[in-house]
């Protein structure tokens, strides 16, 4: 299984980005998939989650900002961000559980 995530970089606070993750190795459209984001000197933060169905959840600091999708087609999983604020500085990563354990190699994410 591998997870390869892009989109990352360096915005203003107020700004948007678009991460993207795109997997291979598992039947992607079988797996809930999942954001997580790990900001210097702190432990891993969940963001958001849809699951197989195309239902979705977020942590209480996104929600209202960012939109978790994902196309099956091209197995790939995406993260708009929107209205990006200092503190949403992390590296985030896709995942195959809500904890962050089965991730990808992350994107770093800066806003300042």
């Known amino acids: 299984v591998q997870l390869v995530e892009s989109g990352g970089g360096l915005v203003q606070p107020g700004e948007s980005l678009r991460l993207s993750c795109v997997a291979s190795g598992l039947a992607f459209s079988g797996y809930d998939m999942h954001w997580v984001r790990q900001a210097p000197g702190k432990g891993i933060e969940y963001v958001a989650r849809?699951?197989?169905?195309?239902?979705?959840f977020y942590s209480e600091d996104v929600k209202g900002r960012f939109t978790i999708s994902r196309d099956n087609s091209v197995n790939t999983l995406y993260l708009q961000m929107n209205a990006l604020k200092t503190e949403d500085t992390a590296k985030y990563y896709c995942?195959?559980?809500?904890?962050?354990?089965?991730r990808g190699q992350g994107t770093q994410v800066t806003v300042s």
């Open positions: 995942a195959l559980d809500p904890k962050g354990k089965r």
């Open positions: 849809v699951d197989v169905i195309n239902r979705t």
